[in-house]
């Protein structure tokens, strides 16, 4: 059975630690470092440093390529150790729990902080399939505009953060970000249950469901305020949280109020959460979408 995250983790030296962010360090510069590279740059042996790249390469930590030259880069295994670490020393974790969920483009752990209270952990995986795949060599300097998987998962999970945080300190109902380390972004639990989750007989009453469909729209509403759009929004990026509200979460891909097309997201935004309800609960909606994007984008107008 392979290991998993938190086993690699507890079995790294301060000495693998090292190599491993000096690695990162020169990956600014190269898809796959030199090993002479990481030698010269920590003064010692390529023999030295080769040891520990081959145990590292068993825990998949790097993977090695043979090149004119032999070429180290990081996987997200070893991006995830080096991130996990920095969260350790800052405080934020004490611990990695299981994994709840696995996305398309992340997977969310639980973690408990130094005073046992659980959090969330979101590790951004951007680009994982094209990185497992082999691929062919290529100058990565010569094509600047190909994001590296470790560099662009990063600038997602700096988003997310940024939106959560300016999000919540408008009010809107987000989970409460705590910290974010390279690819990964430190939340509060939210408690309840994915929105897509729900079988119809949880709900209370008819009633309950319209006044959920309402708490959505304003949180919606809101957020364009606070000067951002979700852009992928639906059922399946609500949660209800203990008391039924709604929190939305899932934040990387947000647009901008200012953009050009904002309205356009915006608006489908709506279509999606609305068309659940008709669906799931043949719930006409008494709500006009022109009229809530109408609403949004005169008040930002007079504001002006
Ligand atoms: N703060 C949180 N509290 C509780 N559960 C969460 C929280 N954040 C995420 N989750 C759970 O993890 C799942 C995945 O989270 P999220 O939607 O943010 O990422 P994702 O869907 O995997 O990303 P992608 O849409 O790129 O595949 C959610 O459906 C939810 O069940
Ligand atoms: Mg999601």
Same mark, same amino acid.
């Given at each position: 059975?392979?290991?998993?995250?938190?086993?690699?983790?507890?079995?790294?030296?301060?000495?693998?630690?090292?190599?491993?962010?000096?690695?990162?360090?020169?990956?600014?510069?190269?898809?796959?470092?030199?090993?002479?590279?990481?030698?010269?740059?920590?003064?010692?042996?390529?023999?030295?440093?080769?040891?520990?790249?081959?145990?590292?390469?068993?825990?998949?930590?790097?993977?090695?390529?043979?090149?004119?030259?032999?070429?180290?880069?990081?996987?997200?295994?070893?991006?995830?150790?080096?991130?996990?670490?920095?969260?350790?020393?800052?405080?934020?974790?004490?611990?990695?729990?299981? &994994?709840?969920?696995?996305?398309?483009?992340?997977?969310?752990?639980?973690?408990?902080?130094?005073?046992?209270?659980?959090?969330?952990?979101?590790?951004?995986?951007?680009?994982?399939?094209?990185?497992?795949?082999?691929?062919?060599?290529?100058?990565?300097?010569?094509?600047?505009?190909?994001?590296?998987?470790?560099?662009?998962?990063?600038?997602?999970?700096?988003?997310?953060?940024?939106?959560?945080?300016?999000?919540?300190?408008?009010?809107?109902?987000?989970?409460?970000?705590?910290?974010?380390?390279?690819?990964?972004?430190?939340?509060?639990?939210?408690?309840?249950?994915?929105?897509?989750?729900?079988?119809?007989?949880?709900?209370?009453?008819?009633?309950?469901?319209?006044?959920?469909?309402?708490?959505?729209?304003?949180?919606?509403?809101?957020?364009?305020?606070?000067?951002?759009?979700?852009?992928?929004?639906?059922?399946?990026?609500?949660?209800?949280?203990? &008391?039924?509200?709604?929190?939305?979460?899932?934040?990387?891909?947000?647009?901008?109020?200012?953009?050009?097309?904002?309205?356009?997201?915006?608006?489908?935004?709506?279509?999606?959460?609305?068309?659940?309800?008709?669906?799931?609960?043949?719930?006409?909606?008494?709500?006009?979408?022109?009229?809530?994007?109408?609403?949004?984008?005169?008040?930002?107008?007079?504001?002006?």
């Amino acid at each position: 059975m392979p290991l998993t995250i938190l086993e690699i983790f507890k079995k790294l030296t301060k000495f693998e630690f090292r190599v491993l962010s000096v690695i990162e360090i020169l990956m600014a510069r190269h898809e796959f470092v030199p090993i002479e590279d990481i030698a010269k740059y920590m003064n010692y042996t390529e023999k030295r440093i080769r040891v520990t790249i081959d145990r590292m390469r068993k825990d998949k930590l790097v993977i090695v390529v043979q090149r004119h030259y032999l070429g180290i880069a990081l996987t997200f295994i070893g991006y995830d150790a080096l991130a996990l670490k920095a969260l350790v020393e800052k405080g934020v974790i004490a611990q990695v729990g299981p &994994e709840i969920g696995a996305g398309k483009e992340s997977d969310v752990r639980l973690a408990l902080d130094d005073d046992g209270n659980d959090l969330i952990l979101k590790f951004h995986r951007l680009g994982k399939l094209d990185f497992r795949a082999t691929r062919k060599a290529r100058s990565f300097l010569a094509e600047k505009r190909h994001l590296s998987p470790l560099y662009e998962s990063r600038l997602s999970a700096e988003r997310e953060y940024s939106a959560l945080k300016a999000l919540f300190d408008a009010g809107v109902s987000v989970p409460k970000p705590i910290s974010q380390n390279r690819h990964i972004v430190a939340m509060h639990v939210v408690t309840g249950q994915d929105l897509f989750r729900m079988k119809k007989n949880e709900f209370k009453n008819p009633e309950s469901v319209r006044e959920l469909s309402e708490n959505i729209l304003n949180e919606i509403i809101k957020s364009a305020k606070a000067g951002y759009i979700h852009g992928d929004l639906s059922e399946y990026n609500i949660r209800l949280n203990e &008391e039924d509200y709604p929190v939305l979460f899932d934040w990387p891909q947000y647009i901008s109020l200012d953009s050009g097309h904002a309205n356009l997201i915006l608006s489908r935004d709506i279509e999606n959460v609305l068309n659940y309800f008709t669906k799931k609960f043949k719930m006409s909606p008494r709500i006009e979408i022109k009229e809530i994007i109408d609403k949004i984008f005169v008040t930002r107008e007079n504001a002006k």
